[in-house]
């Protein structure tokens, strides 16, 4: 099996500064764009067979630019959505700060001003990646289109890491990263947030 895991494009929250989360912005003009220009990279690329995303208006308006390019329906799950973020969500960094400040220490089942914990974060993409390598034909190219935040937790999940890890994982705007898993469950990353399908567009815009 093939997976591809595509962030979102850049949505209206990046422009106002703000914390997204569960926040639901939709993209702007050149988060369209974005999403456009990936889009037609995987298609010239790959034969997508399934495409499965976060519901958030985000997420969804970039995976139906895959949609139509490749001609494949979409799946939401809402396993696939970013962080659970609660009262923070839609603030700038300040007015987060000063409203809900972080505490001194955070544990792995913190839960503090509507947010979910990052036990209950690491499940859901554990659940989302499992229904994926579990009910997909083993022989399927699948893309998640979904958040920069899960994303990280999605490699988590795939790589076997602790939750609790120092290692990051970047991802840009449209940013690809390609996954393989063999009849053995071997497990490969053959790239990661590959972003050449946007050479020049934010020039162009």
């Not at 960094?93 to 947010?115: C, I, M, N, W």
């Not at 499992?130 to 790589?159: C, Q, T, W």
């Amino acid at each position: 099996m093939d997976i591809l895991v595509i962030r979102h494009g850049q949505s209206e929250a990046d422009v106002l500064n703000v914390i997204e989360g569960r926040a639901d912005f939709p993209l702007t003009n050149l988060g369209h764009a974005q999403a456009e220009k990936m889009a037609q990279w995987v298609r010239e690329h790959y034969q997508v067979n399934y495409i499965v995303c976060s519901p958030l208006l985000r997420a969804r308006q970039t995976a139906e630019h895959l949609s139509r390019a490749t001609g494949i329906g979409i799946v939401c799950d809402g396993d696939l959505m970013e962080w659970q973020n609660g009262l923070i969500a839609g603030l700038t960094r300040s007015e987060a700060d000063a409203k809900y400040p972080a505490p001194p220490v955070k544990f792995p089942h913190t839960k503090l001003y509507g947010q979910e914990s990052q036990i209950e974060f690491r499940a859901r993409a554990e659940n989302a990646l499992s229904r994926v390598l579990n009910e997909k034909p083993s022989d399927s190219i699948v893309a998640i289109v979904s958040h920069g935040g899960m994303i990280s937790m999605l490699y988590r999940s795939f790589l076997g890491l602790p939750m609790n890890t120092n290692i990051s994982f970047a991802t840009g705007d449209t940013g690809i990263h390609h996954w393989h898993v063999n009849q053995e469950n071997r497990r490969t990353v053959l790239f990661s947030n590959r972003q050449e399908h946007l050479q020049g567009i934010e020039t162009s815009q």
